[in-house]
């Protein structure tokens, strides 16, 4: 298998809800919802980076596509780390994921390993990390 990762898709309570933290909120580009002519069809696409999108599906939609029963989720299933290029870039994020709507899960600090981070969780509880990790730098 080759590594080709190109989408995420996070389960989502409310899709219409979802697409406003993150188009709004955090202000990822996006054309909004699409595919609502077909049954399970709805879902948002966002732009990440070059090859890569986020994508919020009904939790129901993804349970009935699967075939697995949409049962409890939990915040440490997984999390999405989003590297920034600076340490003041962490706080500026964190500040408008809350705005947003997000909960603080641990603000932002000194990191064991050198780096700045912090975590909030989304209105479905995904956890996203911010971080500022001095040795891995994103490329712009």
């Given at each position: 298998m080759k590594p080709r990762i190109s989408v995420?898709?996070?389960?989502?309570?409310?899709?219409?809800?979802?697409?406003?933290?993150?188009?709004?909120g955090l202000g990822l580009p996006t054309e909004g919802i699409i595919g609502t002519q077909f049954?399970?069809?709805?879902?948002?696409?966002?732009d990440l980076q070059a090859g890569l999108k986020?994508?919020?599906?009904p939790r129901q939609s993804m349970a009935n596509d699967s075939g697995i029963?949409?049962?409890?989720?939990?915040?440490l299933q997984f999390s999405i780390g989003h590297?920034?290029?600076?340490?003041?870039?962490?706080?500026?994020?964190m500040r408008d994921a809350e705005r947003a709507g997000a909960?603080?899960?641990?603000?932002?600090?000194?990191?064991?390993?050198?780096?700045?981070?912090?975590y909030f969780r989304d209105p479905d509880q995904h956890l996203w990390e911010v971080v500022w990790n001095p040795d891995l730098l994103p490329s712009e």
């Open positions: 995420i898709t996070l389960a989502v309570e409310n899709l219409e809800k979802a697409v406003r933290f993150y188009r709004d049954e399970n069809g709805a879902v948002a696409f966002f986020l994508a919020l599906w029963a949409a049962g409890q989720t939990g915040a590297n920034v290029s600076t340490r003041d870039e962490v706080d500026q994020v909960f603080i899960v641990k603000p932002p600090q000194e990191t064991f390993w050198g780096g700045y981070a912090g």
